[in-house]
């Protein structure tokens, strides 16, 4: 069973710029959910989406946002990138419906910013 | 609000030596979930172990162990005979059912094992 896909796996940006990263969760699961990890805010919650809702968000500023399509694959972007915007993205899925926390994680996007 | 320390920011230990990993949790929520996860170099999160506030048994698994206590809100972490390959950013994490809020990790313990 492959795991959780995401791409890309490096990407060097400039300031202004923006990225959309993209999440293929493992087959047959429908929650994905983002973290920002950053050596000193450590992992942060971004979002979370089940069947193309948003079911949760975290305290990121609007530049942050995110879609699921109706295949469970999902996507982030950041607009308007800023240095400190430099982070790994990780991507995570679940099979569960109810909130329970056990996710599967995929390998990251790791983004630097100019 | 839901908070997890992970005190120890760094550990090192020579290998076959035990090394417990600290996580201490805060929750209002009645029924929640622990977690461990470890983060090898490549950067995925690779789930350990999960245990629901209402089971406290101590769990065992091959050289891994975990402590669970409520009474001193800890989820401890402990590798018998670590080895090289136990080297790893190790994350405790904590997810409520009842307030439906996202896995809010420590800020982890980066263990590492010396040959």
């Known amino acids: 069973k492959a795991g959780v896909t995401q791409t890309p796996r490096y990407l060097i940006k400039t300031r202004g710029q923006q990225v959309t990263l993209s999440c293929s969760p493992i087959?047959?699961?429908?929650?994905v959910s983002w973290y920002q990890q950053t050596p000193g805010q450590g992992l942060q919650f971004l979002f979370e989406?089940?069947?193309?809702?948003?079911?949760n968000k975290g305290n990121f500023p609007g530049r942050f946002s995110g879609r699921q399509f109706s295949n469970s694959r999902s996507e982030m972007n950041v607009s308007t990138l800023e240095l400190g915007d430099s982070a790994l993205y990780l991507c995570a899925s679940s099979s569960r419906t109810e909130n329970t926390g056990e996710l599967f994680f995929g390998e990251g996007s790791r983004l630097t910013v100019l | 609000a839901q908070k997890v320390t992970q005190a120890q920011t760094e550990i090192s230990v020579v290998e076959k030596e035990d090394v417990t990993l600290d996580c201490v949790y805060e929750t209002r929520d009645t029924t929640y979930y622990l977690f461990w996860y470890k983060q090898p170099p490549s950067g995925e999160l690779v789930f350990l172990i999960r245990?629901?506030?209402?089971?406290?048994q101590n769990e065992i698994s091959g050289r891994y162990s975990w402590n669970f206590q409520k009474s001193t809100s800890s989820f401890n972490f402990t590798i018998t005979a670590s080895q090289v390959v136990d080297s790893a950013v190790y994350f405790c994490a904590l997810s409520e059912v009842h307030r439906n809020t996202p896995l809010v990790f420590g800020k982890g313990t980066r263990l590492s094992v010396i040959a």
């Open positions: 245990r629901n506030s209402f089971d406290e």
């Open positions: 087959s047959g699961h429908r929650s």
């Open positions: 989406y089940f069947s193309e809702t948003q079911r």
